[in-house]
């Protein structure tokens, strides 16, 4: 069994435990424990071999002696009793939004409900809405979210945070060997699209078997998929292939270009090499005759930029290549200034222990500053985000001391700021009245719950933050959650008048699961002239190394440093918030 397969084996354990009311305790568990193995790079076989099951975080005694039994025996007799008792489409069902474990069971027990399609029959029939706690709208919305279901499950991409750790991972391991002589990740990763379909490597080397064989014996690999002397394909412990392909140095730029794609940017290339009376291909670049014959030697490109320039264009930043204008802005000259990772200053939203955040203000500021920040704002959840342990205005205004000390100490050459993360409640209000708003440095306004209200009513709700003088940033303005909540139904076109007439700014947040705005939004926001900040959100000192898929974001959606309020100087960031109130 894979690491993978063993971490969807727990999950399922724990949406039964859930089915049966369990204690969260119990079934939590089990979720943490799936989470770290399916985060583990390692083989669980090997681990086991050596011992080493207890240093994955969430593996107790309890969870290794369980992996132990699936390794041994291919099964979980755990898992088995559980199965006895829930019939498996029951537990399918909780894959449905909108269909948790009290509903999963309500249908079960009272409907005699127990396959994703009897349930799907039921609602069009009508039959669910006169279940205790049912009604014609909810049985609506899963019809709704049944459809989405169905297309999610035909679509198995993984998050970009998932896939580029992995192929990092994999290649850094390669490049060590003698031979290696140039690597590099192409593909969707390079061009940072949110989910990834499947990993492509490209190394240039002039001895390519040795490499080869230590890639399909990586010890991250479930299967080997293909193994040939130039190309190889493998499946990775976490479900994710990767394609490798080794070739001459001299043609790393033609192989580069190519892979990198997009198809539809290829094309384009393809077509304007034409017009030079080339024929390009992932080997080289061919003179050709007007009917496509050969008319002379090849021309090889050792770097990517000569394949452009070869072709009359200047070198186009990977993230700009989906055909969305990229050709025509290079052919003017008119490309952009892509925002770089070293242009941030600060990070403007992490919480801290005062709310669900693992470090403490202090940590969290020697951790900004050791990574190059200048300055931070600390912004923990407000008081209606229970789960979240939001802040009390008492305890607000608690913090706002130990961060005025501690900002102390930090000074002058490192500045932590209090700030709050404010709930839009459902009904729009925010969390803390304006007078409370008056005493923060720098406040967001995000929505997290009532996600799923109609477009009007959540357009509606999200605005009337945007219009809150007190508020300086939206914080995951969309909240999707990625790979699998898309964000709510807004009106973005009227979200966007809102912000650009109030100066607010909005974000893009840089946690691999949100990327939220994603790169469309963030174009058409900087466009219409509205401040972006790119934040991690961490909730942990580790998470502000995520800071960097947000500038990949931002890259993708064609934006440059001065549109990104983290890239500001100190005094115009000051100033810029003092003019908002
Ligand atoms: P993915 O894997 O679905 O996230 O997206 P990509 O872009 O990584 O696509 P993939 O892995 O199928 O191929 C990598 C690149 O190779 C792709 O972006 C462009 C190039 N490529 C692959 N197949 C073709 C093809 O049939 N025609 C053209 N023009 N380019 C191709
Ligand atoms: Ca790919
Ligand atoms: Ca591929
Ligand atoms: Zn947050």
């Known amino acids: 069994m894979t690491n993978r397969e063993i971490a969807d084996l727990f999950d399922r354990v724990a949406d039964m435990l859930q089915i049966k009311g369990e204690i969260i305790h119990r079934i939590m568990a089990y979720r943490n424990a799936a989470e770290a193995i399916r985060e583990q790079p390692r083989d669980l076989r090997a681990m086991a071999a050596s011992n080493e099951l207890g240093t994955i975080p969430h593996v107790g005694k309890i969870i290794a002696e369980k992996i132990t039994e699936i390794l041994e025996t291919g099964e979980l007799r755990f898992y088995n009793e559980l199965a006895e008792e829930i019939p498996a489409g029951v537990i399918d069902m909780l894959r449905i939004n909108g269909v948790g474990p009290k509903k999963a069971k309500l249908f079960w027990d009272a409907a005699r409900i127990t396959t994703i399609e009897s349930l799907e029959a039921a609602a069009r029939a009508g039959k669910l809405r006169d279940l205790p706690g049912m009604g014609a709208k909810s049985e609506a919305k899963i019809l709704e979210s049944i459809d989405a279901f169905k297309r999610r499950a035909s679509d198995t991409r993984m998050p970009l945070g998932v896939a580029l750790p992995a192929a990092e991972a994999i290649l850094s391991r390669l490049m060590q060997i003698p031979g290696a002589l140039k690597g590099e990740i192409a593909g969707s990763i390079r061009r940072a699209r949110p989910t990834i379909g499947d990993i492509d490597l490209l190394i240039a080397s002039r001895d390519p078997q040795p490499i080869m064989d230590a890639f399909v014996a990586d010890e991250s690999v479930a299967r080997i998929l293909g193994h040939g002397s130039t190309k190889s394909a493998v499946e990775l412990q976490n479900g994710l292939q990767v394609d490798l392909r080794i070739l001459a140095p001299e043609r790393w730029g033609t192989a580069l270009q190519y892979f990198s794609g997009s198809q539809g940017h290829n094309i384009r290339v393809r077509e304007i090499a034409l017009e030079h009376g080339l024929s390009l291909n992932e080997h080289a670049l061919t003179p050709v005759n007007k009917s496509g014959e050969p008319v002379g030697e090849e021309i090889l490109c050792a770097e990517e930029n000569e394949v452009y ?91 706002q001391q130990e961060i005025r000390q501690v900002d102390a100490e930090f000074a002058p050459d490192f500045r932590i700021f209090h700030g709050s993360e404010v709930e839009i409640k459902a009904d729009g209000d925010l969390d803390f009245p304006d007078e409370v708003l008056a005493q923060l440095d720098f406040v967001i306004a995000s929505l997290h719950v009532s996600l799923r209200q109609p477009r009007e009513q959540i357009t509606e709700r999200l ?48 946690n691999p699961e949100r990327l939220d705005l994603e790169a469309r939004y963030a174009r058409r926001a900087a466009q219409l002239g509205i401040p972006l900040a ?5 909730h942990s000192i580790h998470n502000m190394d995520l800071l960097r898929y947000g500038v990949m974001t931002a890259r993708r959606g064609w934006i440059e440093p001065q549109q990104v309020i983290n890239t500001w100087s100190l005094e115009q960031f000051m100033d810029w918030v003092k003019r908002r109130g």
Request: no cysteine; net charge negative.
């Open 463 to 510: 605005i009337r933050a945007i219009r809150n003088p007190y508020i300086d940033l939206i914080g995951h303005p969309r909240g999707q959650l990625i790979p699998e909540r898309d964000g709510a139904d807004l009106d973005m076109d009227a979200v966007f008048e809102a912000a650009a007439a109030s100066g607010i700014a909005l974000e893009i947040n840089a």
């Open 309 to 399: 320039a070869r072709i009359g264009l200047p070198w186009i930043p990977p993230e700009l290549r989906e055909d969305q204008g990229e050709i025509e802005a290079a052919r003017l000259g008119k490309l952009p200034t892509l925002i770089q990772l070293g242009d941030l200053h600060a990070d403007l939203h992490m919480h801290t222990v005062w709310s669900d955040g693992k470090g403490t203000v202090r940590e969290m500021a020697a951790a900004a500053r050791a990574r190059g920040r200048r300055w931070i704002v600390i912004t923990d959840h407000s008081r209606s985000a229970a789960v979240a342990n939001g802040l009390s205005i008492e305890r607000l205004m608690a913090q």
């Open 534 to 538: 790119i934040d991690s959100d961490a």
